[in-house]
């Protein structure tokens, strides 16, 4: 079999696999990506997107159930779960149609297959088994992403026990279900399965819902959550689970007692192990801690020549800090100037469960484990006309402040849309900006982005509406 020769090989097509094609092929250089499942990664296959598809269904089903509160009255209105789900792998097939024509607009070689290293600047490609390619290039990129971690006793088996997979394309609406872990994973799956109409429980072993958030965001979502009818368990350890023919049991210790939760399903969602496995890596610098690929901050691993980005690499496992390193790896390998590390403070992440999370930066508590001196602002959205104009008047915005300089250090957010607005501090988050250059930028009214101003002038004495 001849060997083709490329000047950089990606494996994985991942946000971080298929971004960092695209600008190396920007660059100038001669660019395979090798992918064995489906273009787009889990992002946009089994991540990112089919899941906002299905909450974007989710949040309709809930808006027709209170349609009251804005005038209108339907009767008889119903869904159709089959649909639900087809919507959502329609809209995942589409884009992930839109990464190959992506490749081949950026003049990417694809080649369909698993990939694994096969010596110094070789990767060897294999499709069932059988070899199909072998690729030659100076520059190697790993990003083969994570999976499901697996807690021993629950093994997701996809009848009883769903990993997000199975919890995607649910052949019915369970009546009872249960979500192990509160993260952003977990938590987007509680609250569709919650508007779509399941009794859920979400059980979660930390002391608090979405742990990483800040403390007053993770209360808050949890008093919305039991509001809305969710049985929220912290503090608490699933110790096993006993299957019947239709049915699982979960046994549950919190405070030192023991319960037996009864469920239809068990989503487990209880973290990410990195896909280290059958890469090659063994007998090559590449070094892995806890399943997870070690690399310096410009995506190198020990390996001259091998880089790994995106899911692999650790937390935060969020799919735009896999897409920024795959740019960033490859503009150092190019040489491109005025390339920097990515800061993880600066990474906003968001939750799409109802109410949405957004967040930058450190937490309050990170922020004084750090050895700042903290000044703190919240607004809550019900001071805010946009928010109660929209109906949605359950929210609040957090800002962290040093009292020293004035630097923005986190802000939190909880409330509708909030994850269509933090980008506006991960900016202010970028820019080194102070509290001067958020209270003199102009917020456009009525929007709830006015609530992001009121949060930093609240830090400074100088809120409006409340
Ligand atoms: C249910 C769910 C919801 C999520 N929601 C969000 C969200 O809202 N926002 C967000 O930012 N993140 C979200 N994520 C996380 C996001 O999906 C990941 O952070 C992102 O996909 C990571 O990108 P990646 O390129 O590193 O890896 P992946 O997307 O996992 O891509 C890796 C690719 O490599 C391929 N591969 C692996 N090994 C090989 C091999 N040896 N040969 C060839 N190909 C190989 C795989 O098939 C896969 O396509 C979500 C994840 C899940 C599971």
């Known amino acids: 079999m001849a060997e083709q020769s490329f000047d950089l090989i990606v494996l994985g097509g991942g946000p971080g696999g298929y971004v960092a094609a695209i600008r190396a092929a920007q660059l100038g250089m001669r660019t395979a990506l090798v992918e064995r499942e489906h273009l787009g990664g889990i992002c946009l296959n089994w991540g990112c997107i089919p899941t906002k598809?299905?909450?974007?269904?989710?949040?309709?089903?809930?808006?027709?159930?209170?349609?009251?509160?804005?005038?209108?009255?339907?009767?008889?209105?119903?869904?159709?779960?089959?649909?639900?789900?087809?919507?959502?792998?329609?809209?995942?097939?589409?884009?992930?149609?839109?990464?190959?024509?992506l490749?081949?607009?950026?003049?990417?070689?694809?080649?369909?297959?698993?990939?694994?290293?096969?010596?110094?600047?070789?990767?060897?490609?294999?499709?069932?088994?059988?070899?199909?390619?072998e690729l030659a290039a100076p520059h190697i990129i790993l990003a083969t992403g994570a999976r499901a971690r697996v807690l021993p006793g629950i093994e997701p088996d996809g009848r009883l026990i769903w990993t997000y997979r199975e919890a995607m394309v649910p052949?019915?609406?369970p009546r009872r279900l249960i979500v192990i872990g509160s993260g952003a994973i977990g938590s987007e799956f509680a609250s569709f399965y919650l508007d779509m109409g399941s009794e859920v429980t979400l059980i979660e072993v930390l002391d608090r819902v979405l742990p990483v958030e800040d403390a007053e965001i993770s209360a808050f979502v949890r008093?919305?959550?039991?509001?809305?009818?969710?049985?929220?368990?912290?503090?608490?350890?699933?110790?096993g689970v006993r299957k019947g023919a239709d049915e699982v049991t979960a046994i549950v210790e919190a405070d030192g007692r023991v319960q037996e939760i009864a469920a239809d399903r068990v989503i487990s969602a209880v973290g990410i192990v990195g896909n280290v496995e059958d890469i090659g890596i063994e007998g090559t610098g590449v070094k892995v801690d806890r399943t997870h690929v070690v690399t310096d901050e410009w995506c190198r691993t020990g390996e001259p020549g091998v880089y790994a980005i995106g899911d692999l690499c650790g937390p935060p496992w969020l799919a735009h800090k896999a897409?920024?390193?795959?740019?960033?790896?490859?503009?150092?390998?190019?040489?491109?100037e005025g390339v920097h590390p990515l800061d993880v403070r600066n990474i906003p992440g968001c939750t799409y469960c109802r109410p949405q999370v957004a967040s930058v930066g450190l937490t309050e508590a990170a922020a004084k484990e750090a050895g700042y001196e903290v000044r703190i602002g919240r607004f809550p959205f019900i001071g805010n006309g946009k928010a109660i104009a929209l109906g949605e008047p359950e929210g609040l915005?957090?800002?962290?402040f040093d009292a020293r300089t004035g630097e923005l250090l986190g802000a939190h957010m909880v409330g509708a849309e909030v994850t269509e607005l933090i980008q506006g501090y991960a900016i202010a988050r970028t820019l080194e900006a102070t509290e001067a250059e958020l209270i003199a930028t102009v917020f456009p009214h009525p929007t709830i982005s006015e609530t992001m101003h009121e949060a930093v002038l609240d830090a400074y004495g100088r809120v409006i509406h409340i």
């Open 171 to 173: 052949p019915a609406l």
């Open 53 to 101: 598809a299905l909450l974007r269904t989710s949040e309709i089903n809930h808006l027709l159930r209170t349609l009251d509160r804005y005038g209108f009255a339907a009767d008889n209105v119903r869904y159709d779960f089959g649909k639900v789900i087809q919507r959502s792998r329609a809209v995942a097939r589409q884009l992930s149609d839109g990464v190959r024509f």
């Open 223 to 239: 008093k919305a959550f039991e509001k809305q009818g969710m049985k929220v368990l912290t503090g608490a350890k699933v110790q």
């Open 397 to 400: 915005v957090k800002t962290v």
């Open 323 to 336: 897409s920024h390193e795959g740019v960033l790896c490859v503009e150092k390998i190019a040489g491109v």
């Open 103 to 133: 490749m081949r607009k950026n003049k990417v070689t694809v080649l369909d297959g698993h990939g694994r290293l096969a010596g110094k600047g070789k990767l060897a490609v294999s499709k069932d088994g059988r070899p199909v390619a």
